[in-house]
C-alpha cells in the first residue's frame, strides 16, 4: 500500500469516528449566506434520512452512507445514498401519471397509467443492489472529478412494481431491437424547459431479465420521493445510473441508446487498461455493464475499541453485479492471512448477501479489518487501488476498518 494512501485511510478512520458526533452539523450546517439554486421541495431531499448521511454535493444533491449506516439487510429509506443529476421534479401528478413505450423498435406506441400498469400486470417483489458506478472514486490517486464517493454509494432496498419485459411485450419488441432507454421527469440544472439532464439504458437482453422491474413501491411503501415517485426503472447489478427515477417514458432502441450520459465518456472505462492520469480519446471507451465484485464491513464502525480476549463478530454485505458471491475472506493482518466468513445466499438474483465472521485478536494495539469477496467465477477484489480510470468509475477495491485493542 502506499504511504499516502495508507495515511489517508488513517486519517478517514480517524474522520469515521468523529462523524458520529459532528454528524448533525455536517449535514444541516448551511453555510451563512448560502443561496439555493434549487426550488425549495428540492431542499426537501434530505427530509426524513439519517442526520449521519454525508452530504458530497448539495447541487444536485449527492448524498452517501458511512459504511456503518449501512447494517441492516434491507436499506431502508433513511439511509439509502442520493444521487441526483438535476432537480427533483416540482409537481407530481400521481393521478395524472403515465408510462409511455415508444421507440424505433416497439411495434406500437402504448401508455399506462399507474392503475393500468397494476391491474393489467402481475407484480413482483425483489430485493436489488444499486451502486452508483462512481462510488469509491475517492479511492483513486491522481485523484479523478465528480462527486468523491467513498463506499456509501450502494443500497440493497426491496422493490415492488411488474416486470419490464411483460409491458414490452405488451407494446410489442420488433426483431431489431438492441436497447431501451428510460426519460425521467426531473429538471435540468439550467432549467430549461425540455432539456434532458440523463437518460440511459440497458441492452435488451439485461432489460427482459426477470428482476428488471417498473416499481412503484420501495420497501413496502411509496417510492421515496427523491428516489424516484410516483415510478422508477429498477435494475439490478449495473451501474445505478441506469436505474430511471421519476420515470415517464422507455423507448425500445434499434442503436444503443443515445440519450444524455449514454455518449462521451459518461459511465464508461477505457477498453484498454491506462496508466494513472492518462485519458485516452472517446472511441477508447466502452460502457460500464455488470458491476465488479464488492463487499462492505457494516459492523463495527470504523475506530471501535475491543477489549483484549472477546471475540468480534463482524458482519457485512458482498455483492457482484450480475454474478453471486462466492466467498468472503476477512484478514485482520493487511492480507497476509485470510479467514472465511460464513456467507449467505442472497434473497433472491442481484441482491446483496449478508456476511459474518468471528474475529481473535491476540493481543493489544492497532488492526485493520479488511474483507475480500470472490464472485462465481473466482474473480476477487484487488486489495489496494484497481485499474484507474479516468473518470474514476467502478472501485471496488477492499473496504478496510481501523479497530483498537486495549
Ligand atoms: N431521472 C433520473 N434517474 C436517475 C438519476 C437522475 O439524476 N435522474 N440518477 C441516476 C444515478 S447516477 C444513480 S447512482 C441512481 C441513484 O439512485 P438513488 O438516488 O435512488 O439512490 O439513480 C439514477 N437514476
Ligand atoms: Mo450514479
Known sequence: MREN???RFIKQSVLGTLGTILSTEAVFA??????????DNDRDALKGKSTEMVVLNDRPWNVEAPAHLLDDTVTPAEKMFIRNNGIVPETIDVK??????NGESAMTKKVYTLEDLKKKFKAHTY???????????????????????????????EWTGVRLRDILEDAGIKEDAVYIGYYGKDIHPSREPGKVVISRGVPIKKALE????????????????????????????WPASVSGKWLHTISIRNKIHDGPKMTGKSYKVPINPV??????????????????VKSLITYPQTGAMLALGKPLQVRGHAWAG????????????????????????????????????????????????????????????????PQWNP????????????VKVV
Open 127 to 157: 430485493q436489488l443492489t444499486l451502486e452508483c458506478g462512481g462510488n469509491g472514486r475517492a479511492g483513486y490517486f491522481p485523484s479523478t472529478s465528480g462527486n468523491q464517493w467513498t463506499n456509501g454509494g450502494v443500497s440493497c432496498a
Open 96 to 101: 395524472g401519471w403515465t408510462l409511455t413505450i
Open 391 to 402: 473518470e474514476g468509475y467502478i472501485n471496488n477495491s477492499c473496504h478496510r476498518i481501523a
Open 30 to 39: 448551511i453555510p451563512e449566506g448560502y443561496t439555493p439554486l434549487f426550488f
Open 5 to 7: 494512501d495508507r495515511r
Open 210 to 237: 426477470e428482476e428488471t422491474l417498473i416499481a412503484w413501491a420501495m420497501n413496502g411503501k411509496d417510492i421515496p420521493v427523491v428516489h424516484g415517485y410516483p415510478l422508477r426503472l429498477v435494475i439490478g447489478g
Open 275 to 292: 496508466e494513472p492520469g492518462v485519458d485516452p480519446p472517446e472511441d477508447q471507451f466502452r460502457i460500464i455493464e455488470s458491476m465488479p
Open 322 to 385: 450480475d454474478l453471486q458471491v462466492k466467498q468472503l475472506e476477512v484478514s485482520i493482518d493487511f492480507g497476509a492471512t485470510w479467514q472465511k466468513a460464513d456467507l449467505k445466499a442472497p434473497k433472491n438474483r442481484l441482491a446483496w448477501q449478508h456476511w459474518t465472521a468471528e474475529l481473535t485478536f491476540p493481543k493489544l494495539g492497532y488492526y485493520e479489518v479488511w474483507a475480500r469477496a470472490t464472485d462465481s467465477k473466482g474473480v476477487s477484489q484487488p486489495m489496494v487501488m
